[in-house]
């Protein structure tokens, strides 16, 4: 490809290495892995095929900070993303690019996000001279051969450019974890579908596939053809009675989709069965229902809080063939981290490479460690989770992580309704970006970190949507919140396995069997409608968890308004009209 070749001046590596995709490959570039010591060979007996990998302690996450939007003009970017003039960014990281592969080998990745030969697939080429990405890559998409193949047949590609920006020298040694930390880029060109990434190594800053092309990009591309990327688990649930419905549910980064995703419900002969754990594309089927795929091959998880009891399913996915990032290392050649077990073994060593004691300070592996698993090594995945077509939608949720605001579940009135109850989604910000923890900020439709354009038009996206079908075959709309916390500070709601109680509910909702009590922000279980056996729940907490306090809306709502003004003319009236309309039902 001449694209490759004009890079490979730029970039100047020593070597390129164009990706098969095949199993020898991977093996050779772990043991490649292992010799730099980037990555450790896990007990094999323990956790075969697998490796762990510690990162520069300042590469760690994802950076929103030197996450750019570079459209053409600020206001396609919008407000919540950082905009740099597309020709001056170009400019200033082609500085940082020249050379930057100095020294080490430049691997060509072309790779799927999506079934291979789906048509709603798209496809991507990353440049990158980091092989622990070409390893994580494997698993997350579908790349290799066969992709080579489409290419070879035409099919179009989103170029994506990667280095750690740490070219070698003569005399220069490498490290097991090369970075820049002081010059890091996440570069997005919504216009031109590009993707441009420099500095580091880390997750969603490298693995370009997954929030840069299947969110940031795709959410462009899927405003200009009519479809749309959003940052959702799939799921399907099947009732006792053997309905099986699908439901795609929104969360922040560390917000529990994996766990949702994987859920064992308590409930007796209720099923649920994965099909994504982080990004859904949706469209309209000929059916005028909209349909879902995942467009990931693997799971990207964070390991911390990660345990038999909160999610089995994913530690029963991470038996052999995985990548570990940042999490400890146990003294028989295996991981662990905070709730695996409850304590931790003797003889750690924590996540920055040191002996770990209880009186340590801090945890053993970082708070944003991950697992890199193939899906399909997930027990719960649902056969048809490849299905090129996807799966039609029952019902999308919203969810936050707020402790005060938004009760257990509230259907929403309608799909315009819906689109009001995603746009005002807020939650406390996790480990999973750089930034200070457990800040109260609005990320509507969880997308706020990920959306390629301005998240104002993409409102009236999600509003547009909603007016291309019958109302009656659009996904009914759910928002929900597992954090409700008590004023002592508690959570109010067990969450996990005890979210299929609600998810009862939201399946009876669509199927117009649940009980349900009109308030102002939209339909609540009525009393006595919530599946509720065998849990030991004080009635006082679930009256709270149910109870929409008009105090705390009505400060709520002083902050929606402002959310909304800095959306400025790009805020659909449409919303304006709900705001009015939820002030004067609180008044009411
Ligand atoms: C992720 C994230 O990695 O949202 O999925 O940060
Ligand atoms: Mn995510």
């Known amino acids: 490809m001449r694209w490759v070749q004009a890079w490979r001046a730029v970039l100047a590596p020593d070597d390129v290495h ?13 043991r490649r892995l292992e010799a730099s010591g980037t990555f450790r060979r896990l007990n094999r007996e323990l956790r075969p095929n697998s490796f762990a990998a510690l990162s520069h302690p300042a590469d760690v996450a994802r950076v929103e900070n030197r996450t750019f939007i570079a459209s053409r003009s600020q206001h396609e970017a919008g407000p919540t993303n950082n905009w740099r003039d597309p020709t001056e960014l170009r400019s200033e990281m082609l500085e940082h690019f020249r050379g930057a592969m100095r020294g080490r080998c430049m691997y060509v ?42 290419l070879e047949g035409g099919h179009s590609f989103v170029p994506c450019i990667h280095s750690v920006g740490a070219p070698l020298t003569a005399s220069s040694e490498d490290v097991p974890w090369p970075c820049n930390p002081e010059n890091r880029y996440i570069a997005h060109f919504p216009e031109t579908r590009e993707i441009w990434a420099f500095g580091s190594g880390y997750g969603g800053n490298a693995l370009l596939g997954k929030k840069c ?14 479809w749309m990327a959003e940052h959702m688990l799939i799921l399907g649930v099947t009732s006792p009675a053997g309905r099986k419905h699908y439901v795609a549910a929104a969360f922040p980064s560390g917000c529990g989709k994996t766990n949702m995703a994987m859920m064992i419900p308590t409930l007796r002969d209720w099923k649920v069965e994965t099909l994504g754990d982080d990004i859904a594309w949706l469209r309209f089927g000929e059916d005028g229902r909209l349909w879902a795929i995942n467009p990931e091959n693997g799971f990207f998880g964070i390991a911390p809080g990660t345990s038999p009891k909160t999610n089995y399913n994913a530690l029963a996915s991470l038996g052999g063939n995985c990548i570990f990032t940042n999490v400890a290392l146990t003294e028989d050649g ?4 905070q709730d695996l077990t409850d304590s931790p073994p003797p003889n750690l060593t924590s996540w920055d490479g040191e002996p770990w004691t209880p009186e340590s300070g801090d945890p053993p592996a970082h708070p944003n460690a991950r697992f890199t698993a193939p899906a399909a090594q997930c027990p719960s995945i649902a056969p048809e989770w490849e299905d090129p077509q996807g799966v039609p939608l029952s019902a999308i949720i919203f969810g936050g992580r707020r402790g005060s605001v938004g009760p257990l579940v509230t259907a929403a009135r309608s799909w315009a309704h819906g689109v009001f109850m995603g746009s005002i989604l807020s939650s406390e910000t ?21 959306c390629g354009y301005n998240l104002g038009d993409y409102m009236g996206h999600w509003l547009e949507m909603g007016e291309r079908t019958d109302q009656g075959l659009l996904p009914r709309i759910f928002w929900v919140n597992w954090f409700r916390r008590g004023d002592d500070g508690r959570f109010l709601w067990p969450g996990f396995s005890e979210n299929s109680r609600v998810l009862r509910w939201i399946v009876e909702t669509v199927e117009g069997t649940a009980k349900s009590v009109e308030t102002p922000l939209g339909f609540l279980p009525a009393p006595g409608s919530l599946d509720l056996s065998g849990l030991p729940i004080p ?32 805020l659909p009236k449409r919303l304006w009209e709900e705001v009015d309309r939820l002030e004067a039902l609180l008044q009411g």
């Open 18 to 30: 164009l990706c098969s995709g095949s199993d020898s490959e991977y093996e050779h570039l772990c």
């Open 109 to 150: 990745v072309p790779f799927c996000m999506g079934p291979i030969g789906s048509p709603f697939s798209q496809i991507g080429v990353q440049l990158t001279d980091s092989p622990y990405v070409v390893v994580n890559s494997r698993i997350m998409t579908r790349i290799g051969d066969n992709v080579i193949s489409e």
């Open 213 to 226: 092309l299947a969110l940031r990009i795709a959410s462009a591309i899927a405003r200009d053809e009519g």
């Open 334 to 337: 295996d991981v662990w981290w």
């Open 430 to 450: 996790t480990a999973a970006a750089t930034g200070k923890v457990g800040q109260v900020r609005f990320d509507p439709f969880a997308i706020r970190p990920f």
């Open 539 to 570: 009635a006082a907490d679930l009256e709270e968890l149910l109870r929409v306090n008009t105090s705390v809306w009505g400060e709520e709502l002083k902050l929606i308004r402002n959310h909304y003004e800095s959306f400025e003319d790009r």
